[in-house]
C-alpha cells in the first residue's frame, strides 16, 4: 500500500472486480434519479406546468444555494458522527437510498393547472425533499472511493467505473426522448411515473453497491473524536489541487455540460425533430470508447496532463462548429452536428473518467497539509461547487436563450431568426466550458504525476514512523 498515511488497514478481501461493479451500480443509482431531473426538469416547469423562464432562474439559483451549503453540513457530520457500526459511509446510503425512491418522483407532480403560487411552491418543496435524500446517499457515496483503496491505479479503475456506471444512468435518460415527446410536444404527464420506475431501480443498485465494496483505509481512532473546523477549513483554502478540479468541473457542468438541455432546444427548434435526440446521446460515445485506454493515459501521463490537454481539442471543435452553417433543410445536418458534438465531448471524455480519482488525490493531499483524514469534508467541498454549478448552470443557460429571444410558450414554433441564435448560443457555451477547464487542470490544478508520486512517498513514510 503505497499512501495510507494516518490511516490504518484492517484485514479485509483483496481489492477487486466485486468493488468495481459495487461501485458502479453506485454511480448507476445515483444518476437514475439525477440525470432524470437534470435533463427535464426544465422543460417540465417551463413548457409542461407553465413557469416563465425568469421564474425558473430565481427558484432554482435559491435552490441550488441551499443544495451547496447542504452538502458541506453533511460531510461534516458523516466524519464525525457514527450511526452504524461498520461504516462511517454505508448507513447514510441505506437511509437515504428508501427516501430518493418517492421524492425523484415528486418532484414531477404534473399540475399545469394549478395557481401560478402553488406551482412555485410545489416546485420547491418537491426539489428540496429530493436533495435532501440525494445528498443523503451522494455525499456519503462520493467519499467512500477514498476509503475503499489507496493504491493510485485502484483508484483510477474506481473513477472509471464510477463513469461506467454513471454513463448507464444518464443513458435510459437519453432515450427517453422517444417516450415525453409526441409530435415536438412535451407529455409531462408521464415524467412522475417514469421517475418512479426509475427510483426502484436506483434502490436495488445502492443495495447491491453496499453488499460489493469494501472500506480498507480508515482513519486512527483518536481523530474520529477531535474535530477542528478550522483546521478543515483552512486546509481547503490552501489545498489548491482541490481548488482547480472544483473550477473545472464548474466550468463542465455550468457551460460544457450545457449541451443536455440546448441539445433539446436545438432539436426541437432548430432541426425541428426532437426524434433525432436519442441520435445525438452518441455524442458521448467517446466517454465509453475512452474507457479502455483511459487507465494507460493517466498511468504514463498522470491525471493532470491527461484530462487537460484534451480540453484544447474541444475548444478546437467547438470553435470550428460556429464556422459551419449545419443547414437545417438538408437531412445531413442533424448528424453533422451530433459528429462535432462527438468531437467535442472526446477531449472531456478523460476528465469525467477520472475527476473522481482526482478527487482522492485532493484528500490525500489535504491530509498531507493537515495531518487530518477528513474524507467526507474534502468531498463535500468539491460537492459545494458542483452544486454551486448546477445552480448557475440551470439559471444561466436557460437565461442565455431567453436573451436570444427563445420562448418556452411558443414549444418548437419560434420566431423567424431565434432557432439560429439558439444554436449559436449553445455552441457558445461549449466553447467558454472547455477553455475554462484547460486552463484550471493545466495551470491551477497542481498534482502532476511527479507530484502524486512524492505526495505518496512522503505520506508512506508518515506511516511507518507512526507504526515505528
Not at 452538502?71 to 452504524?84: E, F, L, R, S, Y
Request: hydrophobic content about 50%; aromatic content about 12%; proline content about 5%.
Amino acid at each position: 500500500m503505497s499512501n495510507s498515511a494516518l490511516s490504518s488497514e484492517k484485514k479485509a478481501p483483496a481489492f477487486g472486480m466485486q468493488d468495481k461493479i459495487g461501485y458502479a451500480l453506485g454511480d448507476f443509482g445515483c444518476n437514475m434519479s439525477f440525470s432524470l431531473i437534470s435533463s427535464f426538469i426544465i422543460p417540465f416547469y417551463t413548457q409542461y406546468i407553465g413557469l416563465t423562464e425568469q421564474t425558473w432562474a430565481v427558484i432554482i439559483l435559491i435552490l441550488k444555494i441551499w443544495d451547496a451549503v447542504n452538502d458541506p453540513i453533511m460531510g461534516t457530520v458523516m466524519d464525525h458522527v457514527k450511526i452504524g457500526k461498520e461504516s462511517k459511509f454505508k448507513p447514510w446510503i441505506r437511509w437515504g437510498a428508501y427516501g430518493l425512491v418517492i421524492s425523484g418522483a415528486l418532484v414531477f407532480i404534473p399540475l399545469p393547472n394549478a395557481p401560478y403560487w402553488a406551482k412555485v411552491a410545489v416546485c420547491m418543496a418537491a426539489y428540496l425533499s429530493w436533495d435532501f435524500f440525494y445528498t443523503l446517499v451522494n455525499v456519503p457515496y462520493g467519499a467512500i472511493s477514498a476509503a475503499i483503496t489507496a493504491v493510485p491505479d485502484q483508484r483510477q479503475s474506481l473513477s472509471t467505473f464510477r463513469s461506467i456506471g454513471a454513463g448507464i444512468g444518464g443513458a435510459v435518460s437519453m432515450l427517453l426522448p422517444l417516450l415525453v415527446y409526441r409530435d415536438n410536444i412535451l407529455q409531462g404527464g408521464r415524467f412522475i411515473w417514469i421517475g418512479l420506475v426509475m427510483g426502484l431501480a436506483a434502490f436495488v443498485s445502492f443495495k447491491a453497491m453496499l453488499r460489493m465494496t469494501t472500506e480498507r483505509v480508515q482513519a486512527p481512532p483518536e481523530q474520529e473524536q477531535k474535530v477542528d473546523y478550522i483546521r478543515t477549513l483552512r486546509g481547503f483554502l490552501t489545498n489548491r489541487p482541490l481548488l482547480g478540479l472544483s473550477l473545472a468541473s464548474v466550468a463542465s457542468i455550468v457551460f460544457f455540460s450545457s449541451s443536455t438541455y440546448t441539445n433539446q432546444l436545438v432539436f426541437q427548434c432548430y432541426f425541428q425533430d426532437t426524434r433525432l435526440l436519442t441520435v445525438a446521446s452518441f455524442a458521448y460515445l467517446p466517454v465509453v470508447i475512452m474507457m479502455a485506454v483511459v487507465g494507460r493515459l493517466v498511468k504514463r501521463f498522470g491525471k493532470k496532463l491527461a484530462s487537460g490537454v484534451p480540453m484544447l481539442f474541444s475548444a478546437a471543435a467547438a470553435g470550428l462548429m460556429l464556422l459551419i452553417p449545419f443547414d437545417p433543410s438538408k437531412p445531413s445536418s442533424p448528424w453533422l452536428w451530433t459528429l462535432f458534438s462527438m468531437l467535442v465531448q472526446a477531449g472531456g471524455a478523460v476528465f469525467m473518467l477520472t475527476c473522481w480519482a482526482m478527487v482522492s488525490d485532493c484528500i490525500d493531499y489535504q491530509q498531507l497539509k493537515t495531518g487530518a483524514r477528513e474524507e467526507g469534508s474534502v468531498y463535500a467541498m468539491y460537492s459545494l461547487f458542483r452544486k454551486m454549478a448546477q445552480g448557475i448552470g440551470a439559471s444561466i443557460v436557460p437565461l442565455t436563450m431567453t436573451w436570444v429571444g427563445y420562448q418556452s410558450s411558443l414549444e418548437a414554433a419560434q420566431n423567424p431568426g431565434v432557432p439560429e441564435k439558439i444554436r449559436t448560443m449553445a455552441i457558445m457555451l461549449l466553447l467558454a466550458g472547455a477553455v475554462v477547464m484547460a486552463v484550471s487542470l493545466l495551470f491551477v490544478y497542481n498534482l502532476g504525476k511527479k507530484q502524486v508520486e512524492e505526495m505518496n512517498a512522503e505520506l508512506a513514510r508518515r506511516t511507518r514512523t507512526l507504526e515505528a
